[in-house]
């Protein structure tokens, strides 16, 4: 080869300034739990999934209370009157920052459950804009139902769990969340079996699926020490790690680990 050809290909194999490899950014991943019924153990989940996520990522797990009309995720944490809520937020009074909080190294913006003013549709996603350079994942605790404030929260996802019971009512309502997740073109991880009981009248688990059309990612046992926690304001990932419900909290949360890091 010429040496005046070798230098050409030298020059372009030679690394060149602002080219190269690009360390990209943290961008949160968003993740919103939803449920069409109340009861199922949405907000428990939140709690459990968010301790357990935590306990890996340290503080790059935020969970934020978007049940914006009965907010009970800082009752589930022990703090019945948070300082600052996203109430506050969505009120004008501070920035998005100042309302984070921190439990047992989960950073949390929780709800005012005293707040009695009229609550406007929000766009969601927007507030949460400055967060999601600050945080590897964003865990978003939704109302119950499908309505307004579960569509605000839904369009600030990137992805969302649906959690159920294994019975039929709740099953039934399960495909309107399904509908709504189709609607707005939010993809599905999978769906978290809550509370099963074992009872005759409870519907196996390959049935569940079958009628879903979707995986099973979680099947979390019925435990009293679960209502127990609740009470006492510890997940119980925290408050009873060896409990049935606290073990399959935590696989479900390595899973999530795992389905993070695959991007």
Not at 201 to 230: C, M, N, Q, Y
């Amino acid at each position: 080869m010429p040496k005046k050809g070798f230098r050409e290909l030298l020059s372009l194999l030679k690394p060149k300034r602002g080219r190269g490899i690009k360390i990209r950014p943290k961008r949160a991943r968003a993740i919103g739990i939803f449920s069409c019924k109340g009861g199922v153990g949405k907000t428990t989940t939140v709690a459990n999934i968010g301790l357990c996520l935590a306990s890996y990522l340290k503080d790059d797990v935020l969970a934020v209370d978007a049940n914006l009309g009965a907010p009970n995720l800082g009752l589930h944490l022990g703090e019945l009157n948070p300082s600052v809520t996203i109430h506050d937020v969505l009120a004008g009074e501070v920035p998005i920052e100042e309302a984070i909080t921190k439990y047992h190294g989960l950073q949390t913006i929780l709800g005012s459950i005293a707040y009695g003013e009229e609550i406007h549709l929000i766009d969601l996603g927007d507030y949460l804009k400055p967060l999601k350079k600050k945080h590897k994942v964003i865990l978003i605790d939704s109302a119950p139902g499908i309505g307004a404030e579960v569509v605000a929260a839904m369009k600030a996802c990137d992805e969302m769990l649906i959690v159920t019971n294994p019975e039929v009512p709740t099953i039934a309502s399960t495909l309107k969340t399904f509908r709504m997740a189709e609607r707005f073109k939010i993809p599905i991880i999978g769906v978290v079996v809550n509370r099963v009981r074992g009872e005759p009248f409870e519907l196996p688990i390959k049935d569940v699926k079958r009628a879903l059309g979707w995986p099973i990612i979680a099947v979390v046992p019925e435990d009293a020490r679960v209502r127990e926690s609740t009470a006492a304001g510890v997940p119980i990932a925290r408050y009873k790690p060896k409990s049935r419900a606290a073990v399959e909290f935590r696989r479900l949360s390595e899973y999530l680990i795992e389905h993070v890091a695959k991007g």
